[in-house]
């Protein structure tokens, strides 16, 4: 049964930092590409970053470049997200998913499996 579980979400002050972790179970992480979204209250979810399968490319969507990295743990089956600098703009839900592919599609309709989520909540 394959399976994404997150973690590691909180309540930081701006400036501050987190590092999410997204636990794969019931396959190979190591063969898909995972990816990270989020969704605001009251907005679309949105892509955050993802990285590929076969040459761990990262990508990241403009706002957080410089500020959030992406890198997997293959012996752990788990994909992370360092997030510094954070913002109150940051705050959403966070959810991992994999990709129906190697690579990273621009689709949130290729991937096919999503976590539940994990509250990012950046405020003073």
Known sequence: ???????GGGLVPPGGSLKLSCLASGFTSDKYAIGWFRQAP????????CISSTFGSMYYRDSVKGRFTISRDNAKNTVY?????LKPEDTAVYYCARSNYYYCPASMGAYDYWGQGTQVTVSS
């Open 42 to 49: 009251g907005k679309e979810r949105e892509g955050v970053s």
């Open 81 to 85: 997200l360092q997030m510094n600098s």
């Open 1 to 7: 049964q394959v399976q994404l579980v997150e973690s």
